[in-house]
């Protein structure tokens, strides 16, 4: 069974604080992605990485950075939160080119 | 960029209905996947499909690569498959997983 495990399921966090999301996938898959979810808004992907210390930008990746040091594991940073940022963080990983994708159980986040 | 457009956007149906759900897409693709969304937030795969037809129990999906749609059959549906389905496109530009908007579907005992 595939499976990609993301740190938190609920974070709450202060304004300006530095917050890491993590996500972990045992499949060896060379995709990695980040989404968040907002009512109205579906999903929108904010980094993927498509090997280690690669990264590309996705359609919303202002507020955010990624790290990926391990080809299992891709970081979501948040440098210094904000009440904008609090929604819901979905992590994904595949193989290249055509892989089917699987999703994390998400991350809750609210910024107070 | 690619256009993922998914209707109807809201569904309710009595348990054992029969429903259709549809997913338009704007240019080629190489992958489509079906998701169902959990109450706790989870997507959960039903189908990678990025042609033909595959069934899996009451579900089944058929995508028709040339005229650009897919479409996602729930047969004698329960209340437990309540909850937000997405379609998803794998672009050929970069790698980028498209989603759609979604169907919210609420199967009423």
């Known amino acids: 069974d595939v499976k990609v495990t993301q740190s938190s399921r609920y974070l709450v966090k202060r304004t300006g604080e530095k917050v890491f999301l993590e996500c972990v996938q045992d499949?060896?898959?060379?995709?990695m992605f980040w989404y968040r979810q907002d009512p109205g808004l579906g999903l929108r992907l904010i980094y993927f990485?498509?090997?280690?210390?690669?990264?590309e930008k996705g359609d919303i990746p202002e507020g955010y950075s990624v790290s990926r040091e391990k080809k299992e594991r891709f970081s979501l940073i948040l440098e210094s939160a904000s009440t904008n940022q609090t929604s819901m963080y979905l992590c994904?990983?595949?193989?290249?080119?055509?892989?089917?994708?699987?999703f994390g159980q998400g991350t809750r986040l609210t910024v107070v | 960029g690619i256009q993922v457009e998914q209707s109807p956007p809201d569904l309710i149906l009595q348990e054992g209905a029969n429903s259709t759900l549809r997913c338009n897409f704007s240019?080629?693709?190489?992958?489509l996947q079906w998701f169902h969304q959990n109450p706790w937030g989870q997507l959960i795969n039903l189908f990678y499909?990025?042609?033909g037809t595959k069934q899996n129990g009451r579900l089944s999906a058929t995508t028709v690569a040339t005229e650009r749609y897919s479409l996602l059959y729930i047969s004698s549906s329960q209340t437990t498959d309540s909850g937000v389905y997405f379609c998803?496109?794998?672009?050929?530009?970069?790698?980028?997983?498209?989603f759609g908007q979604g169907t919210e579907l609420s199967v009423k005992p």
């Open positions: 994904a990983s595949s193989f290249l080119g055509h892989g089917e994708a699987f």
């Open positions: 499949m060896d898959h060379e995709n």
């Open positions: 990485s498509y090997d280690v210390k690669m990264k």
């Open positions: 240019d080629s693709v190489n992958n």
């Open positions: 499909i990025p042609s």
């Open positions: 998803a496109v794998l672009y050929n530009q970069g790698g980028k997983l498209i």
